[in-house]
């Protein structure tokens, strides 16, 4: 069976002294906040200003990391002021344990909308598309109207989405379908499927990344040149992402630019990232500080593959054909297009 492997060693290769101290920073504040959450949950009055003050306290630090850093954007660090709360809001559903599945759903839906805007919707100065929709009013003629929609065609016409698979499926999908919309022609991106695990005997300082070859779908020729799209809900220790595309450059791929999407981020998984990769350029909703030691991210949301689709037991390992076919014919007719490129890829139709 083929397979590439990469090791935290490696990755943390990257990391700058610097990166390294304000890590340790963060790590000793989490300390801290640690210590006020049984008081918390046992009700204590007049923990809640300690722990916003260290929550405070560590935003400052990633935030003065995430200005001197190139190639790391925010959204709660970027973004004007008033908009601020809309993210944090919708962080603060996707965390809570309370949410289903069907709202988790929704809100990673919303996030990912968020995040579109984010990097392409919203550039001072774009030129303007204008849309005209025939609508279901025929009385007394057919009806038409006009919309003006930002011009972003070449800025999303070379892309290809790239899915980590499981957990990065879905938000992938979404991704592509605002791609599409916010096309004039209608654009639906390629796909690239690539079948990527950590290893959950390790921890986070001797972590392996295991790309398996024999399960990933994807054309090298085909991504050549291209803007390459990841969208992950989490990017914990960015080893992933960094395995995927040193092996695509080890094999004469050469893509113009990267972009990697992610509702929550570790500070340690941007760094990693943005060190390692160039002409990469991470997009995250938000900044969390601390990994634990098995390189899960802290306070983070939990296992979002597994919220958004569900664990499969050992008898029932789903493929991605099963996985599509499990989101039901309501995702499956709002992302038909998606779909049918996904199909279209794993069953060699191209």
């Known amino acids: 069976m083929e397979k590439v492997i990469l090791k935290a060693a490696e990755l943390d290769g ?22 006020i959450f049984p008081r918390l949950q046992n009700g204590e009055t007049g923990c809640e200003e300690t722990l916003i003050s260290l929550y405070n306290e560590m935003g400052n630090v990633m935030q003065e990391m995430c200005r001197k850093t190139s190639g790391i954007h925010v959204y709660s660090f970027i973004t004007p002021q008033e908009d601020h709360s809309e993210a944090s809001r919708v962080i603060a559903k996707l965390r809570d344990i309370k949410t289903d599945n069907g709202e988790f759903l929704y809100y990673i839906q919303r996030a990912y909308e968020m995040l579109f805007k984010f990097a392409w919707g919203s550039s001072p100065g774009s030129l303007k598309n204008y849309l005209i929709i025939k609508t279901p009013v ?15 065609d070449n800025q999303i016409g070379n892309t290809v989405m790239c899915v980590m698979l499981r957990g990065a499926l879905l938000p992938s ?9 916010y096309s ?3 654009y639906v991106t390629p796909f690239a499927l690539f079948r990527i695990n950590r290893n959950d005997t390790k921890q986070e300082d001797n972590m ?12 090298p020729e085909a991504l050549h040149g291209k803007d390459l799209v990841f969208a992950d809900p989490m990017n914990a220790t960015g080893g992933s992402l960094v395995t ?5 450059k080890k094999i004469g791929v050469k893509p113009r630019s990267i972009m990697f999407f992610n509702v929550i981020s570790a500070l340690k998984g941007v760094l990693r990232v943005v060190r390692a990769l160039e002409n990469c350029d991470v997009y995250t909703l938000w900044l969390d500080g601390v990994l634990n030691r098995d390189a899960y991210i802290m306070p983070g949301l939990g296992d979002a593959g597994d919220r958004l689709n569900g664990k499969d037991s050992e008898a029932n390992n789903r493929n991605i054909i099963q996985l599509l076919a499990d989101y039901g014919a309501g995702i499956a007719n709002l992302y038909r297009s998606q779909f049918r490129e996904i199909e279209n890829t794993v069953l060699g139709r191209k």
């Open 14 to 35: 990257y990391l700058l002294p610097e990166d390294k101290e304000n890590i340790l920073t963060l790590d000793k504040l989490f300390e801290r906040a640690l210590c």
């Open 138 to 152: 025929t009385s007394p003629a057919q009806n038409f109207a006009v919309h003006k929609i930002t011009n972003i």
């Open 173 to 181: 999908i979404i991704m592509s379908k605002e791609i599409e919309e």
């Open 184 to 186: 004039s022609r209608g």
């Open 208 to 219: 392996e990344y295991i790309l398996d070859l024999e399960k990933s779908f994807f054309n």
């Open 244 to 248: 995927v595309i040193k092996y695509l």
